[in-house]
Structure formats: structure tokens, C-alpha cells
């Protein structure tokens, strides 16, 4: 399947949940499968920290570019482009295409850097409302991610439940733990003491933090793995024996080092900050006093929730959270707990189990 | 109770396990209690990755100096100073007294700083067995330790059989797993891309890598307490509503950031690398191809090995690991798996259970 990477442009405002106001931006977005007479068969996809709207295919011009949710979304797959309209949307604050702080600030002529306002859930929400505007889709036959992109489907079924038929949250959670944000916190200051930070202006001073992202990426791949992958997967093995140095000994060192240095190269320090401090705010009971059934009392939508036993970053009991709330508010929601040894990570893979879930849910969805 | 820090010098030539010399070192060390006249109750107390050989008590002029493990170590306390010689010692690499990076280098009269050679958990208790030897002391009623401690008290009781009678492994693991060295690595890398590491010879530039100390230190602060605690400490409780910046929002982050910062003033970042380097290294079953039973074959101490429950930086299966081995090899082992709420921090707090059985396992060893 081959990917179209579209772009489109905004001149109304968009008020954020900060109170900034966006005066003009971009979204960029990519589409699969066709759209059916009746604009009923429109999923939209919600990406996670570092994906992007390239959630399927490759481009003509760069075949080993696939989407990042390629085994999940494609003709015959569980979101099956033969039947659904496909759209992937990439976050207003991101780093690849969408208005961001590597974008140009329309009111500068200059890069927004640390001058792009912070972002939330719901002002991607809104934003993506308003693509779904622009392409003629009323409401959404499912809206569908995995971890942030969970929060995200949480959120459109109650920001736009008429726009929402059905809703999958997948490896997500109703809020971030202290533990959580105690992870992103570490993080970001890892990057915003990087000298080369500059406060965010290091565009200016053609200089990328990339000391900072590295070690970012580190702590953060630690939580997507399980504790028994990561073990598995290295243990205590060594590259070439006892060293005594301070260069990479144990194979999980070099490991760690090189998805760390491997994202720095890529992935935009300003963004990284964004991203995580979304996943901090979400929190949609915040509104109501601690109380999510209360919260998702809005949401018309029928949900499909899926955690994964080994998840320890949003781990089954924050999705029995969600699926409890719902429950308590009479919602039509049904729950799978899938055995799988990866961790977070796993709402990636391919996992047969998990795929069937998605495929029955998503079925009965096109039926 | 009053402590006075004491000093050894050595002379002989100390081989390491990495095959480098410390020609000459020191140590620096505190006694509590009296020596009985046949020597035979002395306890070595083993310290973790920031604490020294300032156990328990005061000092005349800095009484609000208290020993870190002073609610254990003291009379009529667990590990009582009315019956036993308690002996507290700081490790070799530490920057609290003992011969280390902070230290001065006899063969070139300059501060060690990265030229410090790397130690282990053996390098450390060979020293402290020297530190016996001048004490004259030829066996220990009892040695006794927590987290990289407690690894040291499974090392003495290896090393040297017949110089332990008992061994108390506390909040231990047999070896670090995958994740607990990737934690250690991330830790690492934050510190060593600080610019003002200088390779490790900061001292000679007048500078401290503060940056990377404050986040290696905020990234160890997070697994050293349980998930469930943090979250009832801080929950998602905010300092004074959203703000939407990067200055810290939410308690946890205060927290954390307090915490690296002040762990920044007085901790050394050779010394770090050191000792998370030696808990790495850490691997009795490496010399026996994993087989821990067979590893702790020459030990012939009665052993006392505690857990805590919400402990997941090394979980009770890690002591219980230690416990089967032990029983496999026919060894005489007492365990305790504690209902605590810290995490593994809660090796350092006064829990009623947890010093009741230490308390009852150290009153018949003085019997």
C-alpha cells in the first residue's frame, strides 16, 4: 500500500487549553482505503509520543518508510483499509509535519522553537475535529490509538460523542501516576540541561540538545519494556567480557545507548517537552472533581479498551479504571487483557491475539 | 551516641578484581560499642550506593549529623551497641573519607578524580577484611548490610567463611538484572554527557557536573520508592494549579528536583560512576556459570535475608533467589519478606516487623 503524505492549512484560530491561541497552522495527515457514499466509514488513527499521520504503507519515493502501525492497518488487516477510511493525523507540537516548534511562526517569519505554545489532548482533539470538518466526515465510525493515542480516542468520545461511534483505547490510561510524570520530569529535565538547549532556542544557535534527548529516550524505553523482556532479551549479557571501563560493557547498555542516540537524530527536543508535559495534564476527571465515570458520562461512543499484562507503564489496572468508569455509567464497553511478555510496546506489535480482538471489534464495527 | 570517625592507612599494595594496584589507601571507619575480650562480637555494617562509615550517633560538634542507619545501630536498638562492636567503614571510590576520586593520588600528590580505578563489591571487602585484620579481629559475630550492602554481606560470607558467623542480606539481589543496569546506565550517561564532567577530571577545572548528578540521582530516587507510595505522597496533587511551563507543576516533580539537587551538592560524580558500576559487576554465579547454589557452597554463616514487599528495584524474588540457593546448598537461612509501603527505601526506615526480626535473629547470634 503506498502513502500520501497531504497537508492542510488553518486561518481560524484555535483556542488553546493554555489559553494561547494558535492564529494560523498546519495539520498533516494521511488517508487509506476510500471513503464511502454516505462519509459513514471514516477511523481515525491517534499517535503516541513518536509516531507521526504515517501510520500504514511506504511512499513511493522511500519504500522502507512503513507506518508505524503497518501490521495493524491495511487492506485484509484488523483496520481493514477494504472497508474503512483510514486517516492518520499528526499532533499540532510534533516534529513532523503538523505545526510545531521546528514549523515557521507565521508572526515572525522565524522557527517557533520554544515560543510554540504547550499543547494538550483535547487542543489535539479540536484540531483534528477540525480536519474531520474540512473532509466532510460528520461523525467517525472509530476513533482508535494506543497509549497517548488512547488518550486521545478517550478523549474525542467525550469532547465529540456525537462524532464518535466507537472508541478504542488501547495500552492507555484515565491520567499519568505521580510515578509516571516522575519519569517525564526526569526527562525533560535531562534535555533542558543540556547546555545546547539554549532555553529552547537552539535552532537559533544551530546547536541540538542531543546529549539530552539521548538520555530522554533512555529512561523512556526503559518503561515501554518489560521488566522479563528486557531480561530475556539481554540479561546480563556482555558485548566482550569484563572491561572495567566506562564504555558500553552489557549488551542492554549499548542497546539502551543506541535507540537513545538513534532518536536524538530525529526526534525534536521542543517536541519531546510538548509531548510529555500532554501526557502529564490529560487527566479528564480533573473536571469532575476525581470522578471518571462522571467524566465519561458524555460519551456515546461503544468502547473497546485492551491492556497488556506485562504493560508497567500504563499497566491492565489503569485500563480496568477506564473500563470500571464506563461500566458504572452504563456504557456498552467491552475489555481485553492480552498476555503478551513485551510491555507497553506491545500495542505495536503483532501480536495474533490482540490483532483478533481488534479485528472482531472493528467487524462488527463495518457490519 | 557519640561517633568519632577514625582513619586506617595501608601501605601494602591492594590488587583490585580489575588487575589494578591501589598502592597505598585509607579508610575511613567508626566503631560503636567495646570489643569483648575474645573478639568475638563484632558486626560489620555494610553501606549502600550514598552512605559511609557514619552508621549511628552524632558528632559532639554536629549533632544534627546523625549515622544513616542510627534507628538500627545503637543501645538497645535491633543491632545493639550494649552488646555488640559495631563497626561502620566507608567504602574504597566513596567521597566521604575513604581513599577515592576526591582524594589525593599518592603517586602524583594530585586529586585521583577519573584516574580512581573502578572496585567491586570484592575489592571492597578485601579492604574491610585488612580493616579486621588491624582491628584484630579475626571473626564477625554477624555482617550486615541493605541494597549494595546487603551485597557485600553475601560477598563477606563467600570470601571469607570462616570469618562470618552470620550474615544479615538485606534488601539484596543476587545480581543486577537487565533493567536495574539499565536504570544505572541511564543514571551514567546523564552524568558523563554533563559538559562539565570533563571526563571525569571536572576537579582540575574547577567545575561539578551538577546537571547530570541532579538528573542521575532524580532517575535512582524513582526506583528507590514504590509506585503505590509515591502516588499516595503525591498523587497528581499540583503546587498551585496548571501554569502550562516547564517550571514544575505537579508536587512530584518539586520533589524530585529538590532531591537531585541536593543529592548534587554533596555527592561526587566519579564516585556515582564507581558505585553503580560496581553494582553492576555484582555476580557471585559468574564464577560457577549461574549456579548461585554453587556459589554460595563455601559459605558458612546462618543467614538472615529480608525483603519488602513493595520493593520492585530488587523485588523480595530476587531475595527469595538468594533464600533457594542457599537452601539448595543445604545452608542454615532465615527469611523475612516485610510488609512495608516504601519500596526500597524501606531498608533505611524504622518498620516495627522488619526490626523486630532483626532484632530477634541478632539476639541469638549474642547468645
Redesign the interface.
Known amino acids: 500500500m503506498l502513502a500520501t503524505p497531504q497537508f492542510a492549512h488553518w486561518d481560524e484560530p484555535l483556542t488553546l487549553?493554555?489559553?494561547?491561541v494558535l492564529r494560523a497552522y498546519d495539520l498533516a495527515f494521511e488517508t487509506y482505503g476510500t471513503l464511502n457514499a454516505d462519509r459513514s466509514n471514516a477511523v481515525l488513527i491517534c499517535h503516541a509520543l513518536n509516531a507521526s499521520h504515517h501510520v500504514a504503507g511506504t511512499y513511493p519515493d522511500d519504500p522502507d518508510n512503513r507506518g508505524w502501525w503497518d501490521n495493524m492497518v491495511g487492506p485484509g488487516k484488523p483496520v481493514d483499509t477494504d472497508k474503512f477510511f483510514v486517516i492518520g493525523v499528526n499532533n499540532l507540537g510534533s516534529c513532523f509535519g503538523s505545526s510545531g516548534p521546528t514549523t515557521t511562526n507565521p508572526d515572525t517569519g522565524k522557527v517557533w522553537g520554544a515560543d510554540f505554545?504547550?499543547v494538550t489532548v483535547e487542543d489535539w482533539v479540536d484540531s483534528h475535529a477540525r480536519l474531520l470538518d474540512r473532509l466532510g466526515i460528520q461523525s467517525l465510525a472509530a476513533v482508535m490509538g494506543g497509549s497517548l493515542g488512547g488518550m486521545q480516542a478517550l478523549c474525542w468520545a467525550i469532547r465529540y460523542p456525537q462524532r464518535v461511534r466507537h472508541a478504542l483505547v488501547i495500552a492507555a490510561a484515565p491520567?499519568?501516576?505521580?510515578?509516571n510524570?516522575?519519569?517525564n520530569?526526569?526527562a525533560?529535565?535531562?534535555i533542558?540541561?543540556?547546555?545546547a538547549f539554549h532555553g529552547g532556542h537552539f535552532a537559533e544557535k544551530s546547536t541540538i540538545p542531543r546529549?539530552?534527548l539521548?538520555?530522554a529516550r533512555?529512561?523512556g524505553h526503559?518503561t515501554y519494556i518489560s521488566?522479563d523482556q528486557?531480561?530475556s532479551?539481554?540479561?546480563?549479557g556482555l558485548r566482550e567480557g569484563?572491561k572495567?571501563?566506562?564504555a558500553?560493557?552489557?549488551q542492554?547498555?549499548s542497546y539502551?545507548?543506541y535507540q537513545?542516540e538513534k532518536f536524538s537524530e530525529y526526534y525534536d527536543a521542543n517536541t519531546y517537552?510538548r509531548v510529555t508535559?500532554a501526557l502529564?495534564?490529560f487527566?479528564p476527571a480533573r473536571a469532575t472533581n476525581g470522578d471518571l465515570a462522571a467524566a465519561l458520562s458524555p460519551a456515546q461512543a461503544k468502547f473497546l479498551v485492551v491492556s497488556f499484562t506485562t504493560d508497567w507503564r500504563f499497566s491492565p489496572a489503569r485500563s480496568r479504571e477506564i473500563v470500571t468508569a464506563l461500566l458504572d455509567g452504563n456504557k456498552d464497553v467491552a475489555y481485553a487483557e492480552v498476555n503478551a511478555p513485551h510491555g507497553h510496546d506491545a500495542f505495536l506489535l503483532d501480536n495474533p491475539q490482540y490483532h483478533a480482538v481488534v479485528r472482531r471489534f472493528l467487524q462488527r464495527v463495518a457490519a
Open positions: 487549553s493554555s489559553g494561547a505554545p504547550l491520567n499519568l501516576s505521580a510515578q510524570i516522575a519519569f520530569e526526569v525533560r529535565q535531562a533542558m540541561s543540556d547546555p546529549d539530552g539521548t538520555v533512555m529512561i526503559i521488566d528486557m531480561e532479551k539481554f540479561g546480563r569484563l572495567f571501563s566506562f558500553p560493557e552489557f542492554i547498555e539502551l545507548r537513545g517537552l508535559k502529564d495534564y487527566d
